[in-house]
């Protein structure tokens, strides 16, 4: 049976959460140098986001550098993706609403994350729920493309993408605390809980606008 770190001796967050700002490290560089990369270019690196996270998804299992390298690649290929989204919004709404949305993104993480750990609480239970409402919320998104909501109907979208990433929070936090983890996991979880922050982040500016 293999031992789960969060059981193991010594402190398995401090491994978890010097990969994850290391992480951020990275997504900063990519944030920094995204301003040299091309417009034309943003597609496929998004695109290719969208692959290793499939990827990363079927070698967590394996060796522990491999899952470690893609997790790194991946968190700067979405630096340099998060500049074009962030331009385009500090071009709509202006830098105080940028870093007023940073701001209470931070704050509400934050304390979703400290409330799962130190409640230990378990929200595993909400797998299949949010999974299935990810889906429907991509689909209605798509659906969106071709026929335009109305203003009420993209707040309701807006706060329905809220309530599923605070879940995605509660779920991820509640999973490594109540459940432990291996140090083969911690690659997955610093994108997992990377990607329930951009979410949330970004959702707030789509609330914001309407």
Do not use: C, W
């Amino acid at each position: 049976m293999t031992t789960l770190t969060s059981r193991a001796t010594g402190n398995p967050y401090t491994k978890l959460f010097a990969a994850f700002f290391s992480g951020l490290l990275a997504t900063t560089a990519g944030l920094y140098l995204g301003q040299y990369v091309p417009p034309a270019y943003m597609i496929p690196l998004v695109i290719v986001e969208i692959a290793m996270i499939i990827a990363m998804i079927f070698v967590r299992k394996r060796k522990r550098s491999v899952g470690y390298l893609m997790m790194y690649g991946f968190m700067f290929i979405s630096g340099l993706t998060l500049f074009a989204v962030i331009y385009n919004y500090i071009s709509l709404l202006g830098a105080n609403v940028v870093f007023e949305a940073f701001g209470v993104t931070t704050v509400s993480f934050g304390a979703i994350a400290i409330y799962t750990m130190v409640s230990k609480r378990d929200f595993t239970f909400l797998g299949s729920f949010l999974f299935i409402s990810l889906i429907a919320l991509l689909v209605i998104g798509l659906f969106n493309l071709i026929f335009p909501f109305s203003q009420t109907s993209m707040l309701i979208y807006s706060a329905f993408g809220i309530l599923i990433f605070i879940g995605y929070t509660l779920f991820d936090f509640s999973r490594l605390t109540v459940h432990g983890f291996t140090d083969r996991d911690i690659p997955m979880i610093v994108v997992s809980i990377y990607l329930d922050f951009v979410n949330l982040f970004f959702i707030y500016f789509a609330v914001h606008r309407h």
